[in-house]
């Protein structure tokens, strides 16, 4: 368990009715939905910043067949989560999120109002605010582990809440290739990555792999999800939307876990 700091004043926060409060009077209302808005007009660099509706609903369908099964199964068999406390930064939706509070305490932060309101609808137990990866409101030391999926993180303020283990989910090189093979002429690899933090020590890193059974429905959702779709030219967007009913294609999922623990 956690507490909440009030991003105001620093100091702690406690639930009061449908509130949290500070000493100082600082208010947060609980939504309706169950998470609570921390983000204030210094954590902002957009009206609606963070991923948009679009993304996070194609991110929502997309998950539901199974695509981070492989990383969901990799993180409940290979860290004890059993009765630790857990955050999951840049949350998303909540796959994860979801997944691992099976078996902890466990708190989601992203900045993008709608991907935390559709996470509150999800599950009522897990604790969701919308917040800035740059100024967690939480205290130092809180946390047995942090996980970073396909989220930029700050590494100062990871380390701050940080008493465990951070881990990292990344793109290995080929992942989604066949995607990037439908879209372009001459699709390339994702760049060899330099897994050095620093104030951290790489504790381990694992290569985990899946498949991505794609068809004619959910090719174009799993194309929104990614950063390619703002990348990729129209005319080769269309190009899957025209694809005949029977189109089926294995998609390659490679995603590399590292595991961090503080220097
Ligand atoms: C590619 S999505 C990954 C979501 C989720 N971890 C997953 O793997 O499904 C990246 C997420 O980071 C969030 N994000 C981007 N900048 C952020 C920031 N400064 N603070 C908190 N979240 C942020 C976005 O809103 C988005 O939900
Ligand atoms: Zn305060």
């Known amino acids: 368990m956690a507490y909440y700091k009030c991003p105001v004043c620093g100091e702690k926060l406690s639930l009061n009715g449908n509130s949290y ?4 009077r ?5 939504a309706k939905e169950g998470y609570v808005n921390f983000l204030t007009a210094k954590d902002k660099h957009a009206k609606s910043p963070g991923d948009n509706k679009e993304m996070i609903l194609s991110r929502r369908a997309i998950m539901d067949e199974g695509y981070y099964r492989p990383i969901s199964d990799y993180v409940t068999s290979e860290y ?9 930064v840049g949350c998303g939706e909540g796959y994860l999120t979801r ?12 900045i993008s109002k709608e991907a935390i309101r559709l996470c509150a609808k999800a ?7 919308v917040a800035s990866m740059t100024r967690l409101p939480f205290f130092d030391n809180e946390f ?24 990292v989910c990344t793109p290995d090189k080929r992942h989604l290739f066949e995607l990037k093979e439908m879209l372009y ?47 990729t030219p129209q005319s080769a967007i269309e ?14 999922l490679e995603f590399v876990i590292t595991t961090y623990s503080k220097e």
């Open 123 to 129: 599950d009522k137990k897990i604790f969701y605010s």
């Open 144 to 167: 047995d582990f942090v996980f970073s999926l396909f989220a930029p993180y700050h590494a100062e303020e990871i380390a701050r809440v940080l008493k465990g283990e951070f881990i």
């Open 21 to 24: 409060v500070c000493p100082s």
């Open 239 to 252: 190009k899957l939307s025209e694809l005949g009913d029977g189109f089926k294609k294995e998609i390659s």
């Open 26 to 30: 600082h208010t947060f209302d609980v």
């Open 80 to 88: 004890s989560l059993d009765g630790t406390t857990v955050l999951d």
């Open 185 to 231: 002429d001459t699709p390339v690899e994702n760049p060899e990555q330099d897994y050095t933090l620093k104030g951290f020590k790489t504790e381990r890193q694992d290569k985990v792999r899946g498949t991505f059974a794609s068809n004619k429905q959910n090719v174009l959702p799993l194309l929104k999800m990614t950063p390619y779709y703002y990348r």
């Open 99 to 110: 997944e691992i509070s099976k078996y902890c305490s466990c708190y989601g932060i992203d």
